[in-house]
């Protein structure tokens, strides 16, 4: 009944702080883009042809003031469908700041589920709940507009030799415009999951960040548009570039705890496990409050099966917030693991007790052999009942460890799990025990026999309620059902033995996958 694997996930921090660092930025930046006095699409087509016509020109082209006005029309073009639109935005009301008033009213209104469609004329927006979730252009002068305004401005910078053009009021402000602009969509990217978009627009941003500034314009920074390009390049598995984007970060002191932990990462990634764990180490020394390093190294010690100082880690961790029930459960999980290794040695012990036995009957005519036989088999059993009591020991400590977490959080599924695998364990400690009672005595007690299997059959009956309770978490957990399927069979109960088939039957066919 114990081969049920014991839930654990590597830890992680309970909000995923590469995501909202990034996500709480998105914001909007209060540019309202007049449609009613400012360019025509017609005028902006033309103004393309006209700029993309100007690069080809040799004179033309090696003159920073054509960049600059290429740079003003491409992002008027990135924003005249679109522009002043933001996530969270009020269909209608809140005086001017709703879609209604800035775009005007929609040539349809369509229902999706539980999405309320906007069209227009070359867009479509989503509304939910009374408020703008997305948006989508429909149309394109050119969709890669965005980006070409900020590679004219870099180039006009570029071409201005004698460094006057970048300090202008003028040019600083349209750096404001396009940069918040591209590193807001380089966030949009990120969040659907494109990295390499988000990557080379960020990359775009970053280099913008480098420009001067006017004073209003405290929006996003280099060191900040730094750490975002090593989280985009982390994730999009690009490692070495994640891995010198970090260095930076730590050199520049900006998010230096979460830098060492994605640094050190980058490296585990890169199967480099020697320079993971020395960089987690360095962060932990000069970093002792950042959670995420502890975590690292509740981790790597887990994995290694060095249970002190994976339990030295997680004690520090639930100092720092004794409010996080992951750090309970994987403490208990380290108790639950121990109870296998010295569950293997009761084993081991009993069968060496057995065999001892059974030479001291086969010496049975030989009263000193027969005698050193007997003795060599109760240290034998001794040793034995010795691990019984750690596993007794271990298992408590599990089970109060797993409560904990479930206080905290009563949603805990793998803490509710891994308390139903405890019982199991002591179900099935308890059914060998009662066996080896009558296999390794001389004297059968078939009472005390009897005792231990009537505890082992309660404890499978606890095991089936704190199973029960964990399907009440997430009822659609195919091991815990068959689990509950086989503890309900062994009970001869048909009841709920067909209430947990009809259960999986519901699930359908396990979906073969690869991992």
Known sequence: MTENKLKFNKLKLTEMKKLTTIIALIFFTGILFAQETGPT???LKKQKEKSDADITNPKKSSNPK?????????????????????KGMPAKGNGIQNAEYLIGKPGKIMKQGDEEIWVYNRKK?????????????????????????AEALLKAVELDTKGKLKEKASTKELNEMIKNSIINKAISKYTEKDYDNAYKLMDYGYKLCQLPKIETDTAYNEKQVQYFEGIIAYNAKKYDK?????????KDNYQSGLSYHYLADSYAKSGNNEKFISTVKEGFQKYPDEEQLIIDLINYYMQRNEEDKAVEYIDIAI?????NPSYYSAKATIYDNKTDTLTKMYNK???EAYELKKKAFQNRNNSKLKAEFQKKRDEKLDEALNQVKLIDENIAKAEKLYEKSLEINPKFFNAAYNLG???????????KHADWLLKVYINKDFKKSGEYEAAAKEDLKTAAQKFENALKIKSDDRDLLNVLKRIYFKLHDKENLDRINKLIENLGNEEKTIN
């Open 125 to 149: 927006l989503y509304f939910k709940n009374g408020t703008l979730d997305h948006w989508e252009q429909t149309e394109f002068i050119d969709k890669d507009a965005l980006r070409k305004s």
């Open 349 to 351: 012990y009993m069968s």
């Open 41 to 43: 699409w017609e005028g």
């Open 66 to 86: 054509t960049w600059i006005k290429r740079a003003n029309t491409y992002f008027d073009i990135s924003t005249f469908v679109l522009g002043g639109l933001y």
């Open 319 to 323: 100092q720092k917030n004794s409010d």
């Open 242 to 250: 994640a891995e010198k984007h970090f260095e930076h970060c730590i």
């Open 421 to 431: 695998r405890l019982y199991l364990k002591k179900n099935d400690l308890k059914a």
